[in-house]
T-cell receptor, first 112, second 114 residues
Framework: GEDVEQSLFLSVREGDSSVINCTYT??????LYWYKQEPGAGLQLLTY?????DMKQDQRLTVLLNKKDKHLSLRIADTQTGDSAIYFC????????????FGTGTRLKVLA | NAGVMQNPRHLVRRRGQEARLRCSPM?????VYWYRQLPEEGLKFMVY????????ESGMPKERFSAEFPKEGPSILRIQQVVRGDSAAYFC????????????FGEGSWLTVV
């Protein structure tokens, strides 16, 4: 079945780069998304990448997609304490599907 | 341009009571989706509705849960006779159309069953 996997925890020092990884199983996914969730808050769409792209950059965020290995990563440059949150990878958009498949989330902790 | 609006943001219910969660989609959006996030987990799809129609309820628990999206007013997710295991964050999302469009999530409603 479809599955999205992420490592549970990541800890980095302020100013360093963070790389959050995700693997997925549905090779027909059209879009892959990264969401940020702060404690007790909703989901903030950070960025997304279309499946025919390899890379997308948006200010401090860089998304890399390796479609062959079904591997997605989110790099946050110059990580700040305000970046501490849970980051969810999600796949969706296959043939117009609304059934996004979410990973369990990676808890990023930024140490001052 | 308001986003997806959900209320209440936080709801506490005793076991056996009913919970009603409301969702108003973004302006111009006619498709609504409900997702549930159990503690320490990712979001899981529950149901997809258009006005007056349930399109896909494959993620809904078979009993006690129902959803509607009437012609007028918000979409409502209703949980009857709540149990502790229903404690979760319930997220609503909306989109203007189904095919290939990103869906936009609301801030969520946190249900606590005591």
């Amino acid at each position: 079945g479809e599955d999205v996997e992420q490592s549970l925890f990541l800890s980095v020092r302020e100013g360093d780069s963070s790389v959050i990884n995700c693997t997925y199983t549905d090779s027909s996914s059209t879009y892959l998304y990264w969401y940020k969730q702060e404690p007790g808050a909703g989901l903030q769409l950070l960025t997304y990448i279309f499946s025919n792209m390899d890379m997308k950059q948006d200010q401090r965020l860089t998304v890399l997609l390796n479609k062959k290995d079904k591997h997605l990563s989110l790099r946050i440059a110059d990580t700040q304490t305000g970046d501490s949150a849970i980051y969810f990878c999600a796949e969706g958009g296959t043939s117009g599907t609304y059934k996004y498949i979410f990973g369990t989330g990676t808890r990023l902790k930024v140490l001052a | 341009n308001a986003g997806v609006m959900q209320n209440p943001r936080h709801l506490v219910r005793r076991r056996g009571q009913e919970a009603r969660l409301r969702c108003s989609p973004m302006k111009g959006h006619s498709h609504v989706y409900w997702y549930r996030q159990l503690p320490e987990e990712g979001l899981k799809f529950m149901v997809y509705l258009q006005k007056e129609n349930i399109i896909d309820e494959s993620g809904m628990p078979k009993e006690r849960f129902s959803a509607e999206f009437p012609k007028e007013g918000p979409s409502i997710l209703r949980i009857q006779q709540v149990v502790r295991g229903d404690s979760a964050a319930y997220f609503c999302a909306s989109s203007p159309a189904r095919s290939g469009n990103t869906i936009y999530f609301g801030e969520g409603s946190w249900l606590t069953v005591v």
